[in-house]
């Protein structure tokens, strides 16, 4: 793959907000809605949107601060915030999955996958329970989120992201989590089975996270763009290729992004998700920071 920057979409200094992470696109009629995460100067964050062109995604219609999804209940697993993470239509509804957080006492904090309903195109969603549909299971006791979901073979398939071993690590005095890439099926896209796997693993010693995976089909093979969080330089993008959408052969060379020289992203760059339309192939994706610059984009090029 040979990716063009295009430039940032939605730069911090366009909004209140500290952060605006995880573009997360869905087509609403002719507009693209990209719903993100809105993070305040406590990072509790609630999910807002920005609409855009669809033909040339730079192109603002319309910014949406009021948040269509707001931070749990007192106790719940989303009280310390909300993030979108994957994004699709079922039926007559549109499927908000996001990442709830909640504060822990002896680790910083635990993330979990819940459920957001929408029966109007987008415009309010409501909780599909207080409860997360990725709970915590077996050793996954610390985080189950981070995910993406494709329907594909009259099945969901999800690959998400599952706490590792003791679930965190302590680095430069600072707490890291540690986690891994795993995947699971639904017959409904709301009850998931709990004998996930493990599908990827780590390559080195400095990495000890991955991010959002977006997964797609293309010539009889799953095909990923992925998150790599390591302990040197942040975060960066990977890419992977599977036959079966289980057991992955990583090609992160052939991700065809890196870090610009200078501007938004030319620290780290993370979270990818794909958006094609009209012959054209974005990439949507978080900079410096993991959103305190914004979102922006960059286009497939012919090789």
């Known amino acids: 793959m040979k ?3 295009r430039g940032i979409i939605y730069g911090i200094e366009q909004t209140p907000y500290n952060m605006i992470m995880l573009p997360t696109p869905i087509l609403i009629g002719d507009t693209l809605r990209i719903y ?3 993070c305040d100067k406590n990072n509790i964050g609630k999910i807002g949107y920005v609409d855009v062109n669809p033909q040339n995604p730079s192109e603002i219609i319309k910014i949406e601060n009021r948040p269509v999804l707001a931070k749990g209940n007192r106790g719940c697993f989303d009280d310390n915030g909300v993030v979108p993470i994957s994004v699709l239509r079922e039926k007559d509804k549109i499927y908000l999955y996001y990442i709830g957080f909640q504060l822990g006492v002896n680790i910083p904090y635990y993330m979990f996958c819940g459920l957001a309903v929408s029966s109007d195109e987008g415009n309010t969603f409501q909780r599909h329970s207080q409860s997360p549909v990725l709970d915590r299971v077996n050793d996954e006791v610390y985080a189950r989120c981070g995910c993406y979901v494709l329907k594909d073979e009259n099945k969901f398939k999800m690959w ?3 706490s590792y071993k003791e679930g965190w690590t302590v680095s430069e005095n600072k707490w890291k989590p540690l986690y891994v890439m795993k995947y699971t099926e ?3 896209g709301i009850h998931w089975h709990n004998d996930s796997v493990q599908c990827m ?3 080195n010693s400095d990495e000890h996270g991955f991010g959002r995976p977006f ?6 093979k799953y095909k ?3 998150s790599i969080r390591t302990y040197s330089r942040g975060y960066y993008i990977g890419y992977a290729e599977s036959k079966d959408g289980i057991s992955w052969i990583r090609k992160d060379e052939q991700a065809g992004i890196d870090l610009s020289k200078e501007g938004w992203d030319d620290t780290n760059i993370s979270y990818p998700v794909l958006f094609e339309y009209d012959g054209k192939v974005y990439m949507f994706y978080n900079g ?3 959103g305190k610059t914004g979102f922006g984009y960059a286009e497939l090029m012919e090789e």
Do not use: Q, R
């Open 215 to 220: 997964v797609w089909k293309e010539d009889n």
């Open 36 to 38: 993100c995460g809105l």
């Open 3 to 5: 990716w063009k920057k």
């Open 201 to 203: 693993e780590f390559s």
């Open 160 to 162: 998400y992201i599952g």
């Open 288 to 290: 410096n920071g993991c």
């Open 186 to 188: 639904s017959e409904d």
């Open 224 to 226: 990923m763009l992925y």
